[in-house]
């Protein structure tokens, strides 16, 4: 149902709302990225996937908004089924803990999955998360989280504020870049932030994203990709700073951005400068490079296509190893379906025995892989190559070739 009014067309920017929006590259229209389904002959809706740079302000952001209800309320990413991830977020939390938090502070996070970060922190910190997800926020609460099952914004702040006072520390992880409307959001944290507190952001960093031809990231739940230079220009508008930035490995290339009021007496760390100025020197402030970045993700998809219609005869099998979001791209971006991926394996448990958005291949668990394994295994999940590559030892010993798709197409 292409064009159903599910979807809008943005024509300001959600940092600066100018109407400068000037559009790079068209992933074509398409399921959204975690829409897993149940059978391969369902009914799924389909939204346009273009980007868009600002002219004003070079934030990167989606030219259109999918409605939050239909991609958020149902979850299938549980951030807990990725081992490495937990430890990302455990050493995460002692970090906050040390550098910003004592006995009985107040943590709220926006988008708290399954817990995975706020589960965490010490005993003696009290926690908040906040999260559209049913499914998922009840998973927290099974965890013993106190959840919020509700998009944040400027009402929910304020609520929470009433019965909880203000928070010492805000977590925003992967979800900032969800969010259509930021200016509600940092609207929000006003409200809930207190004095001196600390409002901490992960999001994926676009100097990756570009660096690394990552454009299978791009999807209708990423609406924004940010720079350091468009983050500061949203703060900058509600009086807010940014403290420090860390630069991260997680999801191929993370930041970690550490907010706080202008007022606040911590002197800002020298990566935001430096940063920024790294911004400005890859051409961040010019259309061209969004431009060549365009031509990259076609020259991906010609090498992808190529390689795999090549290999895929009748005595060789492939599948996909990983069902992440970003797959999902890669493969209706490139057109690749069952006919040449006998399935993809998936180590979440709600992924398997469904069909990927869009292509409809079937998604297994392990135990078949390592059953009957295929001669190639496209690595979907690559932001987790090395983990996975070692896991695997006994497929690749046994003559097993993984095909990795990015940064550059590639057969270990
Ligand atoms: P991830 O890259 O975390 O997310 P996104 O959906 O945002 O692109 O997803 C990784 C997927 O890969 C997730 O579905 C779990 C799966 N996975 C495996 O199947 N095996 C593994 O060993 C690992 C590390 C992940
Ligand atoms: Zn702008």
Not at 285 to 298: C, H, L, V
Not at 334 to 339: A, L, T
Not at 398 to 412: A, H, K, T
Request: negative net charge; proline residues 6%; aromatic residues 10%.
């Amino acid at each position: 149902m292409p064009g159903d009014d599910l979807s809008w067309r943005r024509t300001d920017c959600r940092v600066c709302h100018e109407e400068t929006l000037y559009p790079f590259l068209d992933l074509g229209t398409i399921p959204p990225a975690n829409g897993f389904v149940d059978t391969p002959e369902a009914d799924e809706p389909a939204y346009p996937l273009e980007v868009v740079v600002c002219e004003t302000c070079n934030h990167v952001q989606l030219h259109d908004t999918v409605d939050g209800e239909s991609l958020f309320r149902e979850y299938h990413y549980f951030s807990s089924a990725s081992s490495p991830l937990i430890a990302h977020f455990g050493s995460y939390a002692s970090t906050i803990e040390s550098q910003y938090l004592d006995d009985d502070d107040f943590v709220v996070e926006i988008g708290c999955n399954d817990g995975i970060l706020l589960n965490q922190f010490g005993p003696s910190i009290r926690k908040l998360g906040v999260d559209p997800a049913e499914n998922v926020a009840e998973t927290a609460r099974e965890r013993g989280l106190e959840t919020i099952t509700e998009f944040f914004g400027p009402d929910v702040a304020d609520r929470i504020r009433e019965d909880y006072g203000q928070a010492n520390a805000i977590c925003a992880n992967n979800v900032v870049g969800h969010i259509d409307d930021l200016h509600g959001l940092m609207t929000g944290v006003d409200t809930l932030l207190s004095s001196d507190g600390v409002f901490v952001v992960e999001v994926p960093y676009l100097l990756d994203l570009i660096s690394n031809h990552q454009f299978d990231t791009i999807y209708h739940e990423h609406i924004s990709y940010f720079s350091i230079r468009a983050f500061r220009r949203l703060v900058e508008q509600f009086d807010m700073q940014l403290s420090d930035v860390n630069r991260m490995a997680v999801h191929g290339g993370t930041i970690r951005v550490h907010i706080q009021r202008e007022s606040v007496d911590r002197s800002p760390s020298r990566t935001v400068e430096d940063l920024t100025s790294l911004e400005l020197a890859m051409g961040f402030d010019r259309p061209e490079t969004y431009d060549e970045f365009a031509t990259g993700a076609e020259r991906t998809r010609t090498r992808i296509t190529t390689l795999l219609n090549r290999l895929n005869d009748d005595e060789t099998t492939i599948v996909g190893y990983g069902a992440p979001a970003k797959g999902n791209i890669l493969l209706n971006y490139c057109d690749i379906g069952p006919d040449t991926l006998d399935y993809i394996v998936d180590t979440t448990p709600a992924k398997q025995g469904t069909y990927s958005p869009g292509m409809n291949i079937p998604v297994r668990e392990p135990a078949v892989f390592r059953a009957e394994p295929p001669d190639y295994a496209l690595l979907l999940a690559w932001n987790y190559r090395d983990a996975i590559l070692d896991k695997e030892v006994t497929f690749r010993d046994n003559g097993g070739r993984f095909i990795i798709p990015i940064p550059y197409v590639d057969i270990v």
